[in-house]
């Protein structure tokens, strides 16, 4: 007997190997990703070294609070320069916004102002220009969420920016998200109409499901096909089943004449979705440089992760000047000479002993210095900005600030081609 049912359950197997391995699979799928935690990566190290380096140099960036109750308001504020090494591949900034990163809809954002302007469409940002931008933020689901300030370009998507963790505490069924509209009433826009939003989708999602059900049970998909590969196209859909689309058709057309004008009656007041873009934002007006720079070559030390870059430097101001910082994609390489306090800053973005000169002397009114910048540190691998060892154009961007005994800070765009070093040298 033992045989017997050992036999037939291994004559069972064999028949339906195919679909117990499905089965398998799906239960095995199934249980990988019940098991699954929470996804926690910066998507921002997806994007290539040369298009985060060279488009966009965020700086002066400033998160108001990093721990906020639900409802509470909290602010992202900086400086945005747009390069003007902004690669030939991309479309310019001609039209683009400033929006924040996140997982999600953690936070509403209630306003962004760039130049002074409130920006709440796309605009137009000029490349080798400056501008002050602020956002302003609602905490809105509880987490540990990282948020990031990013300047999204038409055809060139999203570029993200640094980007910091933000505590949010408190009860998700606690936000509320009042606006004001132009009768003057004030409604919460998180739950207003609710309830005709679900009705109309489980509506038509009914709909949907009763036309697809419909056609399935009417000899389905391959029996169709066959009828059509045996030359009976025209009989595939029979007078019958052309009656029911052309009521289903006029049904759906009625339906939505009836109740738009419904909707159209009991709310008069309406204005259209604004699709302008913003023109003419001013960007910072800031004083003429009194350095003089000029690129002379340089390396990328792959195994070390070190760029080396060699410059001609002349002050022409009235004032020594040292360069206390380089700014790359988001990263700062800080002179530990110049800063000598600890900076509030992503700490996965900054480098505080990164920086360091050939001469570190300051350089003087009226004079000129061969400089060698080494920017070193492991962040160079860690947020994968050694891959311009890669590109095809193997260049780098960033931007050099000068400062003076007197506290004032001058900032110095750079750029050029670098030549990798794979070899310890």
Not at 15 to 41: E, F, K, V, Y
Request: aromatic share 12%; hydrophobic share 45%.
């Amino acid at each position: 007997m033992k045989t017997t049912i050992v036999a037939r359950l291994a004559r069972f197997a064999t028949r339906h190997a195919g679909r117990i391995w499905a089965l398998g699979l799906a239960a095995g799928l199934a249980l990988t990703m019940a098991s699954a935690g929470p996804a926690d990566a910066h998507g921002e190290k997806s994007q290539a070294a040369f298009l985060r380096m060279r488009t966009l140099g965020w700086y002066d960036l400033k998160w108001s609070k990093t721990t906020v109750s639900v409802n509470e308001e909290y602010e992202i504020t900086g400086k945005l320069h747009i390069m003007s090494a902004w690669p030939a591949t991309l479309r310019p900034p001609e039209r683009c916004f400033v929006n924040v990163g996140q997982p999600g809809a953690m936070a509403n954002r209630i306003g962004v102002w760039v130049g002074g302007q409130f920006t709440p469409r796309s605009m137009e940002l000029k490349v080798g220009k400056t501008y002050d931008f602020r956002m302003l933020l609602r905490a809105r689901r509880p987490g540990h969420w990282h948020t990031h300030v990013q300047l999204s370009v038409e055809t060139a998507g999203p570029i993200p920016g640094p980007g910091q963790y933000i505590d949010i505490k408190g009860n998700f069924a606690d936000f509320t998200d009042p606006v004001k509209l132009l009768n003057g009433t004030t409604i919460n826009l998180e739950t207003y109409g609710i309830n005709s939003i679900y009705m109309w989708h489980f509506f038509w999602m009914a709909v949907a499901a009763a036309w697809i059900w419909y056609w399935f049970t009417r000899r389905g998909l391959l029996g169709r096909f066959m009828w059509v590969a045996s030359g009976k196209e025209e009989e595939v859909i029979t007078p019958q089943e052309r009656m029911v689309g052309a009521i289903t058709l006029g049904a759906v057309l009625l339906i939505v004449i009836i109740c738009y004008s419904i909707a159209a009656s009991s709310y008069p007041n309406t204005i259209p979705l604004q699709a302008g873009d913003f023109r003419n934002i001013q960007p910072i007006d800031e004083p003429a440089s009194p350095v003089q720079i000029k690129f002379l070559g340089g390396n990328y030390k792959v195994p070390g992760r070190e760029l080396v870059a060699n410059f001609k430097i002349t002050n022409t101001g009235k004032e020594a000047l040292r360069v206390g910082e380089f700014i790359t994609a988001g990263l700062r390489f800080l002179n530990p000479d110049v800063y000598t306090t600890k900076v509030d800053y992503p700490d996965y973005l900054l480098a505080e002993r990164g920086l360091s000169l050939s001469d570190p002397a300051p350089i003087q009114p009226g004079e000129t210095k061969d400089i060698t910048l080494t920017i070193q540190d492991a962040r160079w691998d860690t947020e994968r900005l050694s891959g311009l060892a890669y590109d095809v154009d193997s260049s780098f961007a960033g931007m050099l600030f000068f400062y003076s005994a007197s506290g004032e800070r001058f900032m110095v765009e750079v750029s050029g081609s670098v030549i990798p070093t794979f070899l310890p040298v």
